[in-house]
């Protein structure tokens, strides 16, 4: 075993072996929590006291919580709900996100990380390796969580299970402090007993932090994206008039470095408002035909200078009864580019789930 692997394991055993007198434990009856739930009972479960929360959360508002370890014990369900935990919380939209799928347990998406902004639960677009990971949830018994968070970089592990059940290796959110809250988004129960966490500057972690991977020259890096508007508004327009194009102010937002860029960093979505444009410009030196493949949520309107070109769709299960709705290059156009100045304009309206977009521009053929 390497070095670093077994300095850091000794240090995950003695956490887990003593109390750090850093370490906080907090009851379900300390005044501390604020419960926010359809229900949320104190109770006696299995040999402990509990918390058991349907519909809701319980929010720590005083955790000033930036680095450390988290550990409770959960109950779970076989049921479809989403019971986790969300931490350095800076608000009801923003946080960071662990949650189950009691439902899935043994799939790819039995549990997943996610980055929430803007009060978008953005699982579509984060997910793969760092964000979910197949593993078999128990029922009918305590299960114990322990989150180590380290900067940019956190692990989960159960039980006593000596290896992390998930290695998120780039926490997406601006480090920062924030609350914790325990969450259950469904109507089935869950519940929560033992919770503590301690606050530390730097925590031992068994994984080191991989590279990010290198991303091709043809994948856009950044987008202009407009307010958001009302996706009725695009329901006449196969092409898009002067007067239209002049009527929208744009920020840049950067991809992340899988060259996927979460448009709820910008703004979340309300009734009337779940639309953006986001544009790319083009300046071709010769009139010439480029692949543009591309991938949304949940719906998107393509224009080439100024006309349509394509409308989809990738909505949770609109493939299949198990399309998840993920981003992925899963379509293309072939682009007749002019000389000179080119402008694509992609309207991507949102449900819920994620709110995103990545594209690239290659040669073809």
């Known amino acids: 075993m390497k070095l670093h692997l077994f300095l850091a394991l000794c240090c995950l055993l003695a956490f887990g072996g003593i109390n750090s007198p850093a370490q906080t434990t907090i009851p379900f009856d300390s005044p501390r929590w604020t419960l926010k739930a359809d229900s949320a009972i104190r109770e006696e479960y299995l040999g402990h006291a509990c918390l058991k929360l349907i519909n809701g959360s319980a929010l720590l508002e005083d955790a000033h919580f930036t680095n450390g370890i988290i550990e409770f ?84 592990y159960f039980d006593d299970e000596k290896a992390p059940v998930l290695y998120i290796n780039k926490l997406k959110r601006p480090l920062t402090e924030g609350m914790i809250s325990l969450d259950n988004g469904g109507p089935v129960p869950a519940r929560y007993a033992d919770f503590s966490y301690t606050v530390l500057d730097t925590v031992p972690l068994m994984n080191q932090p991989e590279p990010e991977p290198v991303l091709p020259a043809t994948v856009f890096r950044s987008w202009l994206v407009s307010a958001p508007f009302d996706e009725k508004w695009l329901l006449d327009k196969p092409s898009l008039a002067p007067e239209d194009r002049s009527s929208f102010h744009w920020q840049s937002l950067p991809a992340d470095e899988r060259g996927v860029a979460d448009l709820s960093i910008l703004a979340g979505t309300a009734p009337g408002k779940n639309t953006v444009f986001v544009r790319q410009v083009i300046e071709s030196d010769r009139p010439q035909l480029k692949k543009f493949s591309f991938g949304f949520s949940d719906r998107v309107r393509v224009y080439l200078n100024a006309k349509l070109l394509y409308a989809g769709e990738d909505n949770f299960m609109s493939r299949d009864y198990r399309f998840l709705g993920t981003v992925g290059y899963w379509d293309a156009l072939y682009l007749n580019l002019q000389k000179g100045r080119n402008e694509i304009w992609m309207a991507l309206s949102e449900d819920f789930g994620g709110w995103g977009v990545q594209a690239k521009l290659e040669d073809w053929p």
């Open 73 to 156: 014990n959960i109950s779970l369900q076989q049921d479809r709900y989403f019971p986790g935990i969300r931490f350095r919380v800076q608000d009801a939209g923003n946080g960071e996100s662990y949650y189950l799928r009691p439902h899935q347990s043994g799939n790819p998406d039995a549990m997943q990380y996610y980055p929430e902004y803007n009060g978008a639960g953005s699982w579509q677009l984060y997910y793969g390796k760092g964000f979910n990971n197949a593993h078999k949830l128990p029922f009918g018994r305590w299960l114990h969580i322990k989150i180590l968070v380290s900067g940019t970089r956190a692990e989960v």
